[in-house]
């Protein structure tokens, strides 16, 4: 609700209120601009009378004289019959220029306050005031809520993109906003009679005066008695006529003056309520208040930004928000997805289970977690994918969740998963998927495994999760969905090494570079980079789709983007499309493809001990890292090929790793040499040490094909036990990572 209230009157007001935005920004400056060319003499420096008697001694013809808020002084003046108008300096009565306001901030005004159409005009501006004081509060609540609490809000902005533009400007802008759109409302509601409007002091013309000869104006006593300062307005009274009075405005009442005897006549001091008003219109022009109307344009330069922003977010919810049908209903289903989710991006991976789950026979009923029923009677499978939000909170489809489990009866042998979407930035991960697994494990039900945590949407983790499930309902869950499909770039194939042909192993080092092309408007706009290119680091994904089949496949990085060249080390498989077309290409060929990131599976930073594992062309990464280990923290690497003078790949490169200290231990293993071994040999010749790296917090790192990662594993659990541990705990710690394919 809160969100439709922000969304929808940004989107309809978005094109008006960056009209409004960009005069009020123009009209900001004009009180700064006044006051730097104004003289503003000192609280007691001179009176009304004063500055009366050293006008008139310049203008003898003086009519009135005005004083605005920024404090410039105008007289009005009649010089042979022609009326004039001068700006003055207060302190000597000299004229400094003719007034002449300006015709382009008139026009200016009149667009701000009407888009040049009158009272209909007005009216849109009240209107458009009114949707922006909804936008600031509704905005504030939501803000409060992405930062997990009021407390909170100060605090530094987790995330990325365009919201978290959006969010960072609105936090910056939101008190001069909603400043301007309170005092704007107010002054439309006063306008259009929604509310009552002060009256201003208007004193009645004195019925008697004394007629007397007139006195110099200096020496008037009610003019004397007011500092220059407050000077409103000083209408002069009409030349020869006795009878007629000085007329007297300042900024606290009004009322007239005896020309002849300075007595103040019919004083009529500024109620409250006019007071209130006047003050409600200065915090909104910023009038004699320079620094508030600066702060007030400051934040008025924000709103085409948060509404380009806006329109941006709002549209990736729009994009993302196709939801499913609930499918089977809650007495028949025998599997039951529930969805928490607050920026509809989970809402994607469950309909992709929940049309695997069906392909696969089940009758599947799908559901926000807010809707979670009393009971399901048939369901033997409950399934939980939610985002986190806020600080580790319960994201909105989810908030009721907790409350209605109370009451949530399980069905004997009802099992159940969690799969988080969060964040790695974010310091609590996947926190509340983390909660309602214990939450429901504390209910009785059972669990498949523990909770897996899906970081920024990742599809190959959403894949692998999908295999695991799917291995355990003994069905084939081929989970494919990715919610953003990385936009592909160019990229031209540099060098090519290749390896083991002799040992029917044929592996080839690729190296390609972008091809720049121009950038479109859009990608300027978005501040895309001229390729298409993301940053990347070792062990990200290269995806790339063979000609005439859409679907890519991924490959591990071997390189940085920092390395300015994208490599990757890729086995020839037998009848493999998109190998034997990697294989195929020479250099100086083109290919498109995309990055994708992974961060699940990076070295953890500092001196933590890496131990890096592979097999075959797994090593790609597993020399990205080498290569970028500058600081030299200690990193084994424990690879396996096929016969070192055929497919020891990367072989000169790790030599001068070794050299330079990048690389602390090399041992390989050779399956079709003389010594015929793989690398879980060398890893239990090598147990004792490993056993001692693993004691002082080592991170263990696995690349390769799934029969030599589950080899490892277990050979892993067997060095593990005698320190009563295994990989399970390892990897829950995040220190046994694996890539494999
Ligand atoms: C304001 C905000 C706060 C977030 N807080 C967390 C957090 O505390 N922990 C976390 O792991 N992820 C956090 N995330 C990341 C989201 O959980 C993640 O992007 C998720 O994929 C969003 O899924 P949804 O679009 O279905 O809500 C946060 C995201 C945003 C925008």
Not at 185 to 196: C, E
Not at 679 to 705: F, H, N, P, Y
């Amino acid at each position: 609700m809160l969100r439709k209230l922000h969304g929808w009157p940004g989107l309809v007001a978005a094109l008006l209120l960056l009209v409004l935005a960009t005069t009020g920004v123009i009209l900001s400056v004009v009180p700064a601009i006044e006051r730097a060319g104004a003289t503003i003499p000192a609280t007691g420096q001179i009176s009304v009378a004063d500055l009366a008697e050293r006008v008139v001694a310049h203008y003898p013809g003086t009519e009135q004289i005005e004083r605005s808020l920024s404090g410039e002084v105008v007289v009005y003046y009649s010089r042979d019959r022609q009326p004039g108008a001068d700006l003055v300096n207060p302190l000597t009565g000299e004229g400094i220029a003719p007034y002449q306001p300006s015709a382009f901030l008139r026009w200016v005004k009149n667009l701000h306050r009407s888009f040049l159409l009158d009272d209909a005009g007005r009216m849109l501006a009240g209107g458009l005031a009114v949707m922006m004081l909804l936008l600031c509060l509704s905005g504030m609540f939501l803000l409060a809520r992405r930062m997990g609490g009021w407390k909170a809000i100060l605090k530094p902005i987790a995330g990325s993109g365009s919201s978290r533009i959006h969010a960072e400007l609105a936090r910056f802008a939101v008190i001069g906003l909603l400043l301007s759109a309170l005092t704007g409302s107010y002054m439309s509601a006063v306008r259009f009679g929604l509310l009552p409007e002060a009256a201003a002091a208007e004193p009645s013309f004195p019925a008697e005066v004394s007629g007397g000869t007139p006195a110099p104006v200096s020496s008037l006593l009610a003019l004397k008695n007011v500092d220059a300062n407050e000077l409103r307005e000083l209408v002069f009274p009409y030349p020869n006529d006795p009878s007629d009075v000085y007329s007297l405005s300042t900024t606290q009442g009004s009322g007239f003056v005896d020309q002849a005897t300075g007595e103040l006549l019919q004083y009529q001091p500024r109620s409250t309520g006019n007071q209130f008003q006047h003050w409600m219109i200065r915090l909104h022009t910023g009038e004699g208040l320079w620094w508030l109307g600066l702060i007030l344009g400051m934040a008025a330069l924000t709103v085409p930004a948060l509404s380009f922003t806006g329109i941006q977010v709002w549209w990736q919810r729009r994009s993302t928000s196709v939801r499913l049908g609930e499918g089977a209903s809650i007495e028949v289903a025998d599997v039951v997805i529930l969805v928490g989710s607050e920026g509809n991006t989970t809402w994607g991976f469950a309909r992709d289970l929940q049309n695997k789950l069906n392909q696969a026979g089940k009758k599947v009923h799908c559901a926000p977690m807010n809707d979670l029923a009393k009971r399901y009677p048939q369901a033997s499978v409950l399934f939980v994918l939610t985002s986190t939000y806020g600080d580790g909170d319960a994201p909105s489809s989810a908030s009721q969740f907790m409350t209605r489990l109370e009451h949530f009866q399980a069905n004997d042998g009802l099992e159940f998963v969690v799969l988080g979407f969060g964040d790695q930035q974010f310091p609590k991960f996947c926190q509340y998927a983390l909660d309602v697994d214990a939450a429901l494990s504390s209910k009785g039900l059972q669990q498949v495994n523990l909770v897996t945590r899906i970081d920024r949407g990742s599809a190959i983790q959403f894949r692998e999760w999908g295999e695991a499930i799917g291995e355990h309902m003994g069905i084939s869950l081929a989970l494919t969905h990715n919610p953003a499909p990385a936009a592909t770039a160019e990229f031209e194939l540099v060098e090519r090494v290749d390896y083991g042909v002799a040992v029917n192993a044929p592996t080839s080092i690729l190296r390609f570079r972008p091809v720049q092309d121009r950038r479109n408007l859009w990608q300027v706009l978005s501040f895309r980079s001229r390729s298409n290119l993301p940053s990347f680091e070792a062990g990200d994904l290269f995806g790339v789709a063979p000609p005439g089949d859409n679907t890519a496949r991924l490959y591990s990085l071997a390189s940085s983007a920092s390395d300015g060249q994208l490599e990757i080390c890729v086995r020839k498989q037998t009848n493999g499309l998109c190998s034997g077309y990697l294989h195929s290409l020479e250099p100086g060929d083109r290919i498109s493809g995309f990055i994708q990131q992974n961060p699940g599976f990076r070295p953890a930073g500092g001196a933590t001990p890496i131990i890096l594992i592979g097999a075959g062309a797994g090593i790609g990464p597993l020399a990205g890292f080498i290569r970028k280990n500058t600081d030299r923290n200690p990193m084994y690497l424990y690879w396996g090929g096929r016969n070192p003078q055929s497919d020891f790949l990367y072989q000169p490169e790790l030599g001068c790793y070794l050299d330079d200290h990048r690389l602390t231990g090399l041992n390989t293993a050779f399956s079709r040499s003389a010594e015929k071994a793989y690398v879980q040999d060398a890893i239990i010749a090598d147990e004792s040490a490993l056993r001692q790296l693993i004691e002082k917090g080592a991170q263990v790192l696995v690349c390769g094909g799934r029969d030599m990662a589950s080899g490892v594993s277990q050979v892993f659990d067997s060095i593990l036990k005698p320190l009563h541990m295994d990989v399970d705990e390892l990897r829950a710690e995040g220190r046994y990572l694996e890539d494999v394919y």
